[in-house]
């Protein structure tokens, strides 16, 4: 008691693994003050709830988040450094594995940005089978988000449900394209295949009973108590807010703001149908729940008005130098063949220049730029994926909440690691 | 009787019952999967034998097999007792669960009378005995937590400690009711007293109905036998597994025996206590066993269990403090309250 400790004591020794050991106390004893600290959780990359490889170091104290440090890269594939040694055709392939969950629309999103830098336009019936797709896609993205929310939050059956309604989804894209993940439906210039009569007969029945199936859901979800009281008022963000830390999507319109790209610069047949874009009020997680459960049921009006309005015609532009010859002229015809040789070893060579194109991810704003130097592969390809932009303001939402609370955040984003970290 | 045929019999008793409970115990998680899998639109197990029914003798075996992995910086005697802490009071819980009524005698030669009964012991504090056992379980739990040296389990073991305090009371008060009216605490008595029909049922009976009661006990028993949506101690998305996290192989399947057991051993009490134990609804259908009616009850109350874990989210700790102190306690007390005062006047 009567020599001081030396200075170094105080500060306490490392073991093996970093972690800090405070020397004890010399002062502790009957008049010490009990001493409090803050337990460092590391959540992540291997947790049950992150969905995928996502880490985030929580600052606790007791189970309320101080801090929430998420680090990302633990999915890096170099996705836009190996772009710029593709050629446009090929990157297609790559943007299916950005978004995993909704491989669709990344296709969707790419093919659009090189079309707006080549500046060709697709003919009509490409333009309404696009739309048709990328919103099934969007119900099949939204079933996925809204069942693993479910499942996070402890409410097992719902993510049965909707896996089960997607399943159909998936079976009507592995019809159309052969895939049931990764599809690389859209090309430059059009899509892949035609929607068969079959397909669309499938798609329709689908839509017949799919209100009844959302009906279910929300009869599990929708009033009850418990998810009322875990969604209602977590991870509230204001409007201000929202627009400052760049939300976009969903977690955006929850805060209310009106912003779909969708409406706002309409491409694909979305000005040619009656749809809506729902929108919340308080920024929870309740209205973020809310507002997918109705992009469900819009996007499956615009589903079946497309399907109404569908034109004939070509699914794809034919223009030497962007797409490729049909493949049955390639067999008989000399040039085609030629043709066929010379894009699939030179590919398309877009004009100099560079474009940003944003398409309306299931997510939220899915944005691509290219920088093209007029070869036949992007000088630079850099994609703006809503997922990472949103876990910017993970810290803003999360602090205050409970250890329970950082997984329905996590889950109100919507975050896919793949295309987090690209 | 001399005194060794008497142990016989009693080692032989316990042995029934343990051999039954564990039995139980397994196929619960078949019945359980199954049950799941039938309201979420899959099959459950199906590949084990027919229809899936060696499964749990799969999955024994596999636990059997595992690394038993003990973490480093871990208290290695206390994460080694924390399990057997956890399942002992479970199983020995059953001691004075009755499974049926009277005694059956067979005069052997050599030996003389000799008398089954359909339990161990009848304690004349049955029910104080297995509040007293239920606390002792939660130590299981909050020394595993503990003795992982894993900050996941610390958080379960100490998410753990607080709900077994907070709805162990509303558990206790919510048989108050009936040992108001039974006006005894063992459970033998307490279900000799619910003869002649469902309407003489503690659930349902005058002067006043415990259907309250057994709705708080049934809330109640959820939360102490650590299943959604009060699973917050092994909260699979938020704590990985809570408590259990760092625990493999036997040790891993003693926590998971013990909560199985536990929900037996809750179903059991909620089934001689509130819904007349192995009395038929109605006189006229006395002719079945006794033992027919007991499990038929048990398994209801079980099958709620997996009814709830289908359909509700999980609480959070919070809400779960706040619903377990600002709700349940003042409605089970209320109840105690309305209880004796109708006892009361019933009585006179």
């Keep these: ?42 959540m992540g990359p291997q947790h049950p709830s992150t969905h995928g490889v996502l880490r985030v170091v929580l600052d606790l104290e007791g189970e309320r988040i101080l801090k929430a440090t998420p680090h990302l890269g633990y999915l890096h594939r170099g996705t836009e450094k190996l772009a710029e040694g593709k050629t446009y055709q090929q990157i297609v392939t790559l943007t299916d594995r950005l978004d995993y969950v909704c491989a669709m629309t990344n296709n969707f999103a790419y093919v659009r940005a090189v079309e707006k830098l080549l500046g060709v336009t697709v003919p009509p019936r490409a333009e309404y089978i696009r739309t048709i797709v990328a919103e099934m896609q969007r119900i099949s993205g939204h079933l996925f988000w809204l069942g693993t929310q479910a499942l996070d939050i402890g409410a097992m059956t719902v993510f049965f449900y909707t896996f089960r309604e997607r399943e159909v989804l998936i079976g009507l894209f592995e019809k159309l394209c052969g895939a049931r993940l990764t599809y690389s439906y859209y090309t430059i210039g059009g899509v892949g295949n035609d929607l068969t009569p079959e397909i669309i007969a499938a798609l329709r029945a689908f839509l017949k009973t799919f209100p009844e199936k959302i009906a279910e859901y929300n009869t599990l979800l929708e009033t009850n108590r418990i998810w009322l009281a875990r969604t209602k008022n977590v991870a509230v963000i204001s409007a201000e807010d929202a627009v400052a830390y760049s939300l976009t999507g969903p977690t955006l319109r929850g805060s209310g703001v009106n912003y779909d790209i969708r409406k706002a610069e309409p491409y694909a047949a979305y000005a040619d149908v009656e749809w809506e874009v729902p929108l919340g009020k308080n920024g929870d997680t309740y209205d973020r729940y809310f507002i997918r459960v109705e992009e469900i049921r819009q996007s499956a009006r615009i589903v079946s008005q497309c399907l109404d309005k569908l034109p004939d015609g070509p699914i794809s532009i034919d223009v030497p130098g962007i797409t490729y010859p049909s493949k049955d002229r390639v067999m ?89 970290d690209r | 009787m001399n005194v060794v045929t008497q142990l016989v019999v009693i080692l032989g008793t316990i042995g029934v019952v343990m051999v039954t409970v564990l039995l139980h115990v397994a196929y619960l998680t078949y019945f359980e999967r199954k049950v799941l899998g039938w309201m979420q639109d899959r099959m459950g197990p199906m590949e084990v034998g027919y229809h899936g029914l060696l499964q749990p003798i799969a999955d024994g075996l596999k636990l059997f097999m595992k690394e038993d992995i003990i973490p480093s910086g871990a208290n290695k005697i206390i994460f080694s007792l924390a399990p057997i802490l956890s399942l002992i009071p479970a199983l020995i819980g059953f001691a004075v669960i009755p499974w049926g009524d009277g005694q059956l005698t067979i005069p052997l030669p050599w030996i003389g009378d000799v008398t089954f009964r359909p339990f161990v012991t009848d304690l004349n504090i049955g029910i104080l005995y297995l509040l007293a056992l239920s606390s002792v379980g939660a130590y299981g739990i909050l020394l595993g937590g503990w003795a992982s040296n894993s900050k996941y389990s610390l958080l379960g073991g100490l998410r753990s400690a607080a709900q077994v305090i907070s709805y162990e009371l509303a558990l206790g ?35 006043f109905p415990q259907i309250v009661a057994l709705a708080l006990y049934g809330i109640a028993a959820v939360a102490e036998t650590n299943r959604l949506p009060f699973d917050l101690p092994e909260a699979e998305s938020e704590l990985v597994a809570g408590f259990f996290t760092e625990y493999s192989g036997m040790r891993f399947a003693f926590f998971f025996l013990a909560e199985y057991a536990n929900m037996i051993l809750v179903s059991c009490i909620a089934a001689i206590v509130f819904l007349g134990g192995w009395h038929a609804p109605f006189p006229f259908l006395d002719f079945v066993p006794g033992i027919v009616w007991f499990l038929l009850k048990v398994y209801v109350f079980l099958f709620f269990f997996y009814w709830i874990r289908a359909t509700l989210p999980r609480l959070r700790y919070d809400q779960l403090m706040t619903f377990g102190w600002k709700v349940m306690i003042p409605l089970v007390l209320a109840n105690i309250l309305v209880t004796s005062v109708a006892a009361y006047f019933w009585m006179n």
């Design chain 1, 1 to 42: 008691m009567n020599e001081t400790p030396p200075p170094t004591a105080a500060k306490g020794s490392h073991d093996e693994f970093g972690m800090i050991h405070p020397a004890p106390d010399p002062n502790e004893g009957d008049a010490a003050v009990l001493r409090t600290e803050e337990l460092l959780l590391n």
């Design chain 1, 332 to 420: 008989v015809d000399m040039e085609s063949l030629i043709h066929h040789f010379k894009m699939a070893c030179e590919g398309i060579k877009p004009p100099k220049g560079e474009i940003y194109c944003a398409t309306e991810a299931p997510k939220g704003e899915l944005g691509f730029y290219i920088n093209s130097d007029g070869g036949n592969h992007p000088y630079r390809l850099k994609i703006r994926s809503p997922s990472f932009v949103h876990l910017g303001a993970f810290d803003h939402m999360a602090r205050g909440y409970l250890i329970a609370d950082i997984v329905t955040i996590f889950g109100t984003y919507d975050v896919v690691m793949g295309e987090c």
């Design chain 2, 173 to 207: 008060m919510s048989l108050v009711g009936v040992l108001l009216l039974a006006g005894s605490l063992s459970l033998v008595k307490i279900a000799q007293a619910q003869a002649g029909g469902f309407w003489h049922w503690y659930a349902f009976a005058l002067p």
